[in-house]
């Protein structure tokens, strides 16, 4: 699937603006401020259901209005599709695919996306929780059966926690446990197994790219990932989760790390080599979403060649397919005619975005 329109209402500095892309690669350029970065930001919501700059939607309405809508036009070769997503003030939200309701979840894998941006650098240099919800996105995006999953767990590990903080009784708590252990228990048969697929295709990537090994370590607080363990280990640290309110062990607590030629990336890695770790981790989720869904997926690049140099850049382009669709956001169009990419093609697309001025 590629994006085809995008009409924003609403949002972010955009208070009305419809915008057509081709199946090549389109080039969103214009000044700092004319919203560039926000359009990949309105595809992104279409894609996930959320966005990559914040965790509130309401957030990314425009100052004056009551609401946001974002209307995507994704099409294929036998299938066209129309995706809306309005949001409110008063956090109300509704998504729509070719006007019939769906919910959140119903997005995921219908226009897969690969983003690379400035904000997805904390993949290497983030936290624990950053990578992993980063694997659990791109996972989702990979398998309806684990996305759901994961929506099980977390609907559960949340009416558990809510027990905990009213001080509830033990014979409460084991019922919440039992059925945290079956879902906790999935979640990890079935992220291992995601976790060995995306290690072998960043391995690819590395091969193709040079002498660079990047790999993924994952560190949990319990060695054996069944139902049985997760139960005992949850009753026995029970007396402390009633103390602080939450559930200290599971899948949720998991810490992935980035390796970098054997060494912990977040703790030892220099700014080059935290930029081309995240181009490899990048191309190598292109690579499995795309064997997963049978989908190529949009790549969004926004700001590619502030954020790396000349190599590092090239190499992302370098590496994609021919007949995938690109956007890229950049302030000029010099860059882009340096790495030798022809806009005028006839799968190619120029937006020039001005940016608003107050009165």
Same mark, same amino acid.
Request: proline share 2%; charged share 30%; glycine share 4%.
């Given at each position: 699937? #590629?994006? $085809?329109?995008?009409?924003?209402?609403? *949002?972010?500095?955009?208070?009305e603006k419809y915008l057509e892309f081709g199946p090549g690669v389109n080039v969103i350029w214009g000044e700092n401020g004319s919203g560039k970065t926000s359009t990949l $930001?309105?595809?992104?919501?279409?894609?996930?259901?959320?966005? *990559?700059?914040?965790?509130?939607?309401?957030?990314?309405i425009e100052e004056s209005s009551p609401n946001a809508r974002l209307v995507g036009v994704f099409v294929s070769e036998k299938k066209k599709k129309e995706i809306i997503v309005s949001h409110s003030k008063d956090k109300r939200k509704k998504i729509t695919i070719n006007k019939s309701e769906a919910s959140l979840k119903e997005i995921f894998g219908q226009n897969p996306i690969v983003l690379l941006s400035p904000e997805e650098q904390k993949i290497t240099n983030g936290t624990p929780s950053d990578r992993r919800r980063? *694997?659990?996105k791109t996972f989702s995006t990979t398998s309806k059966t684990y996305l759901q999953s994961i929506v099980d767990y977390s609907k559960t590990l949340k009416q558990k926690n809510a027990l905990l903080k009213k001080q509830g009784?033990?014979?409460?708590?084991?019922?919440?446990?039992?059925?945290? #252990? *079956?879902?906790?228990?999935?979640?990890?048969?079935?992220?291992? @197994? %995601?976790?060995?697929?995306?290690? &072998? &295709?960043?391995?690819?990537?590395?091969?193709?790219?040079?002498?660079?090994?990047?790999?993924?370590?994952?560190?949990?607080?319990?060695? $054996?990932?069944?139902? $049985?363990?997760? =139960?005992?280990? %949850?009753?026995?640290?029970?007396?402390?989760? =009633?103390?602080? !309110?939450?559930?200290?062990? !599971?899948?949720?607590?998991? +810490?992935p790390a980035v390796f970098y030629n054997n060494k912990d990336i977040r703790l030892f890695g220099s700014q080059g080599e935290h930029k081309i770790s995240l181009v490899l981790i990048k191309l190598a989720?292109?690579?499995?979403? +795309?064997? &997963?869904?049978?989908?190529?997926?949009?790549?969004?690049?926004?700001?590619? =060649? @502030?954020?790396?140099? =000349?190599? +590092?850049?090239?190499?992302?382009?370098?590496?994609?397919e021919k007949n995938t669709q690109t956007i890229i956001t950049n302030t000029d169009l010099v860059d882009i005619k340096n790495h030798g990419i022809k806009i005028d093609g006839k799968k190619n697309k120029s937006i020039h975005l001005l940016r608003k001025c107050k009165n």
């Open positions: 699937m #590629s994006i $085809e329109t995008l009409k924003m209402s609403g *949002f972010r500095n955009h208070k $930001e309105a595809i992104h919501i279409l894609s996930v259901g959320k966005s *990559f700059r914040t965790p509130r939607l309401q957030e990314t980063y *694997f659990d009784s033990g014979e409460e708590i084991d019922t919440w446990d039992e059925k945290l #252990s *079956f879902f906790g228990a999935s979640v990890w048969e079935q992220r291992g @197994a %995601l976790y060995k697929k995306y290690q &072998a &295709a960043l391995l690819d990537v590395c091969n193709l790219y040079g002498k660079k090994e990047i790999t993924i370590s994952v560190l949990s607080d319990t060695q $054996e990932h069944t139902k $049985e363990t997760l =139960f005992e280990k %949850l009753k026995k640290n029970r007396k402390k989760d =009633f103390l602080y !309110g939450y559930t200290s062990v !599971g899948p949720h607590t998991d +810490r989720e292109y690579q499995i979403v +795309r064997n &997963a869904t049978q989908l190529t997926p949009t790549v969004l690049l926004d700001d590619l =060649f @502030a954020t790396l140099d =000349f190599e +590092r850049s090239d190499a992302v382009l370098s590496l994609l």
